[in-house]
């Protein structure tokens, strides 16, 4: 089983600001298959990434994806309001089970 | 309107059984394979089991197996749980979620449903 550990745990920023989250995964992700998601409180989570580096339908250019092989990276490059939220990386590359990272949450400084 | 809406969630006693129901509109459902996923309270995200979209390649998380049961109706659009001899650490937020059907990322879920088992 592939683990993912995610970090920080939180960050704190303002809006306008550059918001840079990691992924690392216990080993390597095959096909660079990760995705990233995005909840806010009491909603379901909603895909933002995937493939590493391909936004999901409707999802604003400001949310990026990169990294390949163990090492992944979101990044909003301009944060507004509506982006304050827990954010999760999910790998896919290997056989079941298929895990999520542990969460990180970007919160209004 | 494309969505998932689950239901049959509850509370149920340590060793007891569950339901749950999810039923798809506004997209093939037939074409796609389902997922289960669950978030324990204030916890992160747990995948919990898939079913192909023509019902075959079942695959659970270990924790569940024996106990859980996917499966589907694709002629009703509804993808189903059943869950027997529940322990306190079932105690979740049930999603059911849609997978792109080449690759297992989730790209539509429902808003869950809630099964909290008491002692």
């Known amino acids: 089983e592939i683990v993912l550990t995610q970090s920080p745990g939180t960050l704190s920023l303002s809006p306008g600001e550059r918001a840079t989250l990691s992924c690392r995964a216990s080993?390597?992700?095959?096909?660079?298959?990760l995705a990233w998601y995005q909840q806010k409180p009491g909603q379901a989570p909603r895909l933002l990434i995937y493939d590493a580096s391909s936004r999901a339908t409707g999802i604003p250019n400001r949310f990026s994806g990169s990294g390949s092989g163990t090492d992944f990276t979101l990044t909003i490059s301009r944060l507004e309001p509506e982006d304050f939220a827990v954010y999760f990386c999910?790998?896919?590359?290997?056989?079941?089970?298929?895990?999520f990272g542990q969460g990180a949450k970007v919160e209004i400084k | 309107q494309v969505q998932l809406m689950e239901s049959g969630g509850g509370v149920v006693q340590q060793g007891g059984s569950l339901r749950l129901s999810c039923a798809a509109s506004g997209f093939s459902f037939s074409t796609y394979g389902m997922h289960w996923v669950r978030q324990a309270p204030g916890k992160g995200l747990e995948w919990v089991a898939i079913i192909r979209y023509d019902g075959t390649n079942i695959y659970y998380t270990d924790s569940v197996k024996g106990r859980f049961t996917i499966s589907r109706d694709n002629s009703k659009n509804t993808l189903y749980l059943q869950m027997h001899s529940l322990r306190a650490e079932d105690t979740a937020l049930y999603y059911c979620?849609?997978?792109?059907?080449?690759?297992?990322?989730?790209?539509?879920w429902g808003q869950g449903t809630q099964v909290t088992v008491s002692s």
């Open positions: 080993q390597s992700v095959s096909n660079n298959y």
């Open positions: 999910q790998q896919y590359g290997s056989s079941p089970p298929w895990t």
């Open positions: 979620a849609k997978d792109q059907g080449w690759a297992y990322y989730f790209d539509l």
